[in-house]
Nanobody
Framework: QVLLVESGGGLVQPGGSLRLSCAAS????????MGWYRQAPGKERELVAR???????NVTSSVKGRFTISRDNDKNTMYLQMNRLTIEDTAVYYC?????????WGQGTQVTVSS
């Protein structure tokens, strides 16, 4: 069973930073490509960034230059460093494999950017 737990969200002012973490159970983590996704109110869930099992990152154009994805396979943990946050980044952020496993969606972590 794939179990993923997101943490690190919160309320931050525009221009601020947050670091999200995704803790994975089991040994599967090391062999999977992983991704960060987000769902803003009234919108579909979208991919934000992904990273291969070997650590090669890729971020979408909307967050390029502001967000950095990384992983520590020894700790079964993936991270999303988010800098220069904007109001448009407000969403629930989820981690999952890439492509995602439907049964692996967790509760996510809320990121709210507001002044």
């Amino acid at each position: 069973q794939v179990l993923l737990v997101e943490s690190g969200g919160g309320l931050v002012q525009p221009g601020g930073s947050l670091r999200l973490s995704c803790a994975a159970s089991g040994s599967f983590f090391k062999v999977y490509n992983m991704g960060w996704y987000r769902q803003a109110p009234g919108k579909e869930r979208e991919l934000v960034a992904r990273i291969t099992s070997g650590g090669s990152p890729n971020v979408t154009s909307s967050v390029k230059g502001r967000f950095t994805i990384s992983r520590d396979n020894d700790k079964n943990t993936m991270y999303l460093q988010m800098n220069r946050l904007t109001i448009e980044d407000t969403a629930v952020y989820y981690c999952n494999t890439y492509p995602p496993i439907s049964a692996a969606w967790g509760q996510g972590t809320q990121v709210t950017v507001s002044s």
